[in-house]
């Protein structure tokens, strides 16, 4: 390593010490292996370094990160005094730090809300499926946000205990706006489509809204029918005034736009 590129970081005021992360960030993007080794030199030594830097860095950890910065990743995470917590989070989700699990799990509980919501969106990134039981009270998080990201959570770990909640939160709605569940349940499709299916044509409104909403969003022609159904002949409106017709007429235009995108993806490029 360059020992100017680890200076550039100590040296100086904080102003130019971050113009200097971002040229080395720049650097280390496009291969440089001493810019690399100077930012790996931050997170491994993070105490020495100002809290800015490593959050800073911690954003782009993915440009440089390697398996050397397991540990140091992990210590940061149970550092409540150096309090970069949510970012080391970050690395430990975008490294792949499976031993985060139990930290992150103790992490739910931190006065910090932007702790509490990288901890969940790490979580369901790394996907173990022991997260799933300290995922579940966060779908009744009076924060908006954190429920958003709980559902998020589960619906990328997935498993039966996962989708339990998840319909359950589904059926008997703690809040008027669910499209987070919604959303949520869509990812277990296919398997979730006959249920979706048949919750369009409950007796809630409620319910049929928010089933056309996940049927849209499963990207599925088997669920061109019941949403063609509810756009025609739904004329229920929801507890918010939401109409029936118009999630359908939306759900509709969602899983069209699905299908183009996967259909883009598929087709040979130019070159």
């Known amino acids: ?20 992360l971002r040229l080395l960030l720049g650097r280390a993007a496009d291969g440089d292996a001493d810019a690399a080794q ?13 809290r800015s830097l490593y959050s800073r860095a911690l954003n782009h950890v993915a440009v440089f990160g390697d398996d050397t910065l397991r540990e140091p990743l992990l210590s940061a995470l149970a550092d409540t005094r150096y309090n970069c917590q949510a970012w080391a989070a970050m690395g430990c989700a975008a490294l792949g730090v499976r031993e985060a ?18 901890a ?38 997935g498993g039966d205990a996962a989708l339990a909640a998840l319909w359950d939160e589904f059926e008997h709605r703690r809040y008027y706006r669910i499209g987070y569940i919604a959303s949520a349940l869509s990812q277990f499709a296919p398997d979730i489509l006959p249920r979706l ?38 004329r229920g409106s929801t507890v918010f005034d939401g109409m029936v017709s118009v999630a359908a007429k939306k759900g509709l235009r969602t899983l069209r736009r699905i299908q183009a995108a996967i259909a883009a993806r598929s087709e040979p490029s130019d070159s």
């Not at 020992?3 to 113009?19: F, H, I, M, Q, V």
């Not at 849209?216 to 061109?224: I, K, N, Q």
């Open 101 to 118: 699990v139990p930290g992150l799990v103790a992490m739910l509980d931190h006065p910090q809300q932007m702790a509490r919501e990288q």
């Open 38 to 50: 100077a930012l790996r030199t931050l997170v491994r030594d993070y105490p020495a370094y100002h």
């Open 120 to 157: 969940v969106i790490a979580l369901g990134a790394l996907g173990d499926e022991s997260a799933v039981a300290p995922l579940i009270p966060l779908l009744g998080d009076p924060i908006t946000g954190m429920r958003e990201r709980a559902a998020e959570a589960l619906a990328i770990i």
């Open 197 to 234: 299916i048949e919750a369009a044509t409950s007796a809630d409104p409620d319910q049929r809204y928010w089933a056309a909403v996940a049927l849209g969003s499963t990207g599925d022609d088997r669920a061109v029918p019941t949403l063609e159904r509810l756009m025609a002949q739904d």
């Open 1 to 20: 390593m360059n020992p100017a590129d680890a200076r550039s970081l100590t040296d100086g005021d904080l102003e130019t010490r971050e113009e200097n």
